[in-house]
């Protein structure tokens, strides 16, 4: 059993900054990737950002490139999202996910898949003002 905390959530204004962190705890080795997910009122879960230090990858979903980092830290089971330039629409409850299974998939072929994904967070809100 893992069990992922959020942190970092809150109220900002359009153009400014927050970073979310997630701390995993437990049964997290061995583990493969972790990431962020949103979702908003009415909609469905949409992967936002993803590490994978199996294969050294970071994955982005296209509205948060070039605005938001993904990174691990390498000695603490923790993951971080930078949101920079945060827009109206970035407001979501932000969920931390992590890969403890492997599967017959490929990571780069299925990340922004909410089923590849095995451990889920309860979320953490944000909350962007025009």
């Known amino acids: 059993q893992v069990t992922l905390v959020e942190y970092g959530g809150g109220l900002v204004q359009a153009g400014g900054s927050l970073t979310l962190r997630c701390e995993a705890s437990?049964?997290?080795?061995?583990?493969?990737?972790m990431g962020w997910f949103r979702q908003t009122p009415g909609k469905e879960r949409e992967f936002v950002a993803a590490?994978?230090?199996?294969?050294?990858?970071?994955y982005y979903t296209d509205s948060v490139k070039g605005r938001f980092t993904v990174w691990k830290d390498n000695v603490e089971n923790t993951v971080y999202l930078q949101m920079n330039s945060l827009k109206p629409e970035d407001t979501a409850v932000y969920y931390c996910?992590?890969?403890?299974?492997?599967?017959?998939?490929?990571?780069?072929?299925?990340?922004?898949?909410?089923?590849?994904?095995?451990?889920w967070g309860q979320g953490t809100q944000v909350t962007v003002s025009s």
């Open positions: 437990g049964r997290t080795s061995p583990s493969y990737a």
């Open positions: 996910v992590i890969v403890t299974r492997k599967r017959g998939t490929r990571f780069s072929e299925s990340y922004y898949y909410s089923d590849e994904y095995d451990y």
């Open positions: 590490v994978n230090w199996g294969i050294g990858g970071y």
